[in-house]
């Protein structure tokens, strides 16, 4: 699953760019005083540059990343990067919020257990680069990660991005579009990449629901969530209302579907 910027309909003009990195397209879009800037420019280096080194510490798909040395014993934590005790505490508390839905820690295809905290990656990943774009004065972002979205605007009353949310079933629309000015929205789903989310628990495929979109603050925590409660299947919408000031719509294999307000003063 994944969602994107819509492209604007009024205000100012969006420089666009996208590179492939960490198994993904990673897209930017800029508007504002350094949208064609070489500032502008060196920020999205540096962003991908960033990226590029988290797939050399966390990528399971490499036999020589720092993630797959550390779990088949070669490195002690002590011996790895700072960041990845960081990540790997992120998915022990993410473990104990979802009541163990969630996990960095899942069956592989032979049934031993792994070290993959890929749930906790990408959207911390991608938060934690977007520091670069936040440091461009008088100019707006919007960067994705396969689809899951950090966004900024400079101006608090400025124009919002408007983030579509793919249709799990229908891949080519939308199921809804919303607002987002300085926010994180993450989809979690099979449509794209089939069942590749298990729960935890079981390490069984996920049944009794279609996707889960979260909006929040952090990328980090709305990316988490939306796999967490996706991992919970027909559960997904009762685990997300106890979430607080985060807000989700949930798509149920018939179509229909949940809306959750978690913020504070908003009546469920």
Not at 94 to 121: K, Y
Not at 258 to 268: A, E, M, N, Q, Y
Request: proline share 6%; aromatic share 4%; glycine share 10%.
């Amino acid at each position: 699953m994944s969602t994107a910027p819509i492209e604007q309909q009024a205000g100012k003009p969006v420089r666009r760019r996208v590179e492939h990195v960490m198994g993904m397209p990673i897209s930017l879009a800029l508007r504002g005083r350094h949208a064609s800037s070489a500032e502008g420019g060196d920020a999205w280096q540096a962003v991908i540059e960033q990226l590029r080194e988290v797939d050399r510490v966390f990528s399971t798909y490499r036999e020589d990343s720092i993630i797959r040395r550390l779990d088949r014993g070669e490195l002690r934590l002590a011996e790895c990067p700072a960041e990845v005790a960081k990540v790997l505490d992120l998915g022990r508390v993410a473990e104990q919020l979802s009541d163990g839905a969630f996990s960095i820690v899942l069956p592989d295809g032979d049934g031993n257990r792994r070290l993959d905290p890929s749930g906790v990656v990408k959207g911390w990943a991608a938060e934690r680069a977007s520091q670069f774009l936040a440091e461009l004065d008088d100019t707006d972002f919007c960067l994705s990660a396969g689809g899951d979205i950090v966004c900024h605007t400079a101006d608090t009353d400025g124009l919002p991005w408007r983030i579509g949310i793919e249709h799990p079933h229908n891949p080519k629309s939308l199921i809804a579009v919303v607002p987002v000015r300085s926010g994180a929205v993450a989809t979690s789903g099979s449509a794209h990449r089939g069942q590749h989310i298990v729960d935890a628990r079981t390490g069984q495929p996920v049944e009794g629901v279609a996707s889960v979109t979260v909006i929040g603050r952090s990328l980090t925590w709305a990316d988490i969530d939306a796999t967490a409660a996706y991992a919970h299947g027909p559960l997904a919408a009762a685990w997300l209302q106890a979430r607080p000031d985060r807000i989700a719509l949930v798509v149920w294999p018939d179509a229909t579907t949940t809306l959750i307000d978690g913020r504070p003063g908003v009546r469920r």
